[in-house]
């Protein structure tokens, strides 16, 4: 019995600590992701990336890089997106969502390994994930932190109100490509690890539950951290040990459930704020 | 043109500004200089935002000059409406965001930076309120909110974008009391922009008129001036007086 749970232990320890190092990255960006209104953007970035890395994996030629490069270009053309007034923004994010989510099909179909590959483009190989990726991950995930939480309050600011940090001399254009560029960079060797449906979760799922609890910004970001680790250590653990499920899908239906009391936590807590008021008044 | 007093902190020579290929003000000649209350007035869409984002540096002239006297710091306002509420920010964390450029790039903050975060939150009234939630403040609170944050970032030149949009009287009254404060007392240099003539023809020491992808600049007296009102606006307007205040009253409300 011990000797059974010491091989699986083993055999768990790689998938959490990529699982882990995935949740801290997206999760922390992933507050940025919904404050700036952006969660379809990162939907649109995740297909992107997920098409560059099936490129990759087609051609066989580095996948996270092609990955990298495909959203570099993605990132490039968001301002133009941005400045576009004839139509709304989202619908050309839904025609890159579209084609990027189509390419990455074709391209996986090109694979000699395609069912293997079309697997890890979706849900990554968070179960059979390498050292080598895993060092790639922790690279990637300590420089964007790093870049993060160094320039921590000339992102909020520039994600907040950037005509008024440019109004000052900030360089907001300038740390607001560095920010696309670090989520895309995240998304690109994410995807390789845990798949595109789980890194969008990572990117939406606890950011949502923390904003609707916390009430500074600090405290959403550490939260949603948090809570990304936690889903993804439990769902990872029961998945191996107890249900037959598989461990990506498991961690993003995780990573949902604290989402409806949280909602429900802020709509009372509004409510007793709105008692309150009221009483004051009367 | 009259010139600003002092040594101008901003000089426009004959620029020209739009976007793209379409222009959309031409030949503008304008300085501001210490101690000036300028108004930029003019219809809705006759160019007010892009004038000021030229002088703010955020859009490059088409033609022509744009000298900002360095170093200069703005204290920019912008129109409330554009900040997203969203966010989970405090009042004291949305003004001691002007200390942020001020501090450098990846300095951290010092109690320095939150004494003046503070001081600037005195000055608006607004002490009691910095740890409130800064979307959870009246539309006033959040105007004087953003007043405070430009008063931190110890500007030479505070520019106001509209900031009176959507206020009711009492709130409109008191930002007015403020900026007429910052301007007489501590000769603040102040750009007010607004549709409203009637709103700075009792704070501002010059107007700039914006009509017709032109913009005149002048005295009070010179712009509102029945002649200049009728050429911006295309009504027959005179300018009133009472208890020392001036206003503007057009021809085609005197008979309701």
């Known amino acids: 019995m011990t000797e059974s749970f010491n091989t699986t232990w083993q055999l768990l320890q790689l998938p959490l600590v990529g699982g882990l190092i995935c949740a801290v990255v997206c999760c922390y960006l992933g507050i940025y992701v919904v404050l700036r209104r952006i969660v379809f953007v990162s939907a649109a970035l995740t297909q992107v990336g997920a098409a560059g890395v099936a490129l990759g994996l087609w051609l066989e030629l580095a996948p996270s890089i092609l990955g990298f490069a495909t959203l570099l270009l993605a990132v490039l053309v968001l301002p133009l997106i941005r400045q576009e007034r004839r139509l709304p923004g989202e619908s050309f994010l839904g025609a890159i969502y579209v084609a990027a989510s189509a390419l990455a099909l074709i391209f996986v179909a090109q694979s000699p390994a395609e069912e293997a590959h079309l697997h890890q483009i979706l849900f990554g190989e968070l179960l059979t994930v390498t050292p080598v990726l895993l060092a790639e991950m922790a690279v990637v995930a300590a420089l964007v932190l790093s870049f993060h939480i160094l320039f921590f309050k000339e992102i909020l600011l520039i994600s907040f109100d950037p005509d008024f940090g440019a109004s000052l001399g900030l360089k907001s254009q300038l740390i607001d490509l560095l920010f696309y560029l670090s989520l895309g960079l995240t998304i690109a060797v994410a995807i390789r690890v845990a798949g595109a449906l789980l890194v969008f979760s990572y990117l939406v799922l606890p950011a949502v539950t923390s904003l609707l609890i916390c009430r500074r910004i600090i405290s959403a970001l550490i939260l949603a951290v948090v809570l990304g680790m936690v889903c993804s250590g439990v769902a990872l653990y029961l998945s191996f040990y107890h249900l037959n499920l598989p461990s990506g899908p498991l961690i993003a239906a995780f990573c949902s459930v604290p989402l409806p009391f949280a909602f429900l936590w802020a709509v009372l807590r509004e409510a007793r704020a709105g008692r309150e008021a009221r009483t004051a008044l009367s | ?256």
């Not at chain 2, 000649?29 to 007010?48: A, E, M």
């Not at chain 2, 984002?53 to 033609?63: D, N, R, W």
């Not at chain 2, 005149?216 to 020392?244: C, F, M, W």
């Open chain 2, 1 to 256: 043109m009259t010139e600003g007093s002092g040594q101008p902190f901003i000089e426009f020579q004959d620029v020209t500004l739009g976007y793209g290929s379409q222009i959309v003000l031409r030949n503008v000649n304008l300085t501001v200089g210490q101690g000036d209350f300028l108004g930029i007035v003019g219809p809705n869409g006759s160019g007010k935002t892009t004038l000021l984002k030229a002088v703010l540096g955020l859009a490059k002239p088409l033609s022509g000059t744009v000298r900002i006297r360095s170093p200069v710091r703005f204290g920019y306002v912008p129109q409330r409406e554009i900040l997203d509420e969203i966010y989970p920010l405090t009042v004291l964390d949305v003004v001691m965001m002007s200390r942020v450029p001020v501090r450098g790039l990846g300095k951290s903050l010092t109690d320095a930076d939150r004494q003046s975060a503070l001081w600037a939150l005195d000055q608006v009234g607004l002490a009691d309120l910095s740890d409130k939630l800064y979307r959870h403040l009246s539309g006033g609170q959040k105007q004087r909110t953003l007043l405070a944050r430009a008063l931190a970032a110890e500007p030479n030149v505070l520019i106001l974008d509209e900031p009176t949009n959507g206020l009711d009287l009492a709130s409109e009254g008191e930002i007015m009391a403020l900026l007429r404060d910052l301007h007489s007392r501590q000769g603040a240099t102040i750009i007010f922009v607004t549709h409203l003539l009637n709103l700075v023809l009792n704070s501002a020491t010059r107007l700039a008129l914006l009509h017709d992808g032109t913009v005149t600049v002048g005295t009070v007296h010179q712009i509102a001036s029945p002649d200049s009102l009728k050429k911006a606006y295309g009504l027959e307007a005179t300018v009133r007086e009472l208890n020392g205040y001036r206003f503007v009253v057009a021809k085609s409300d005197r008979k309701f």
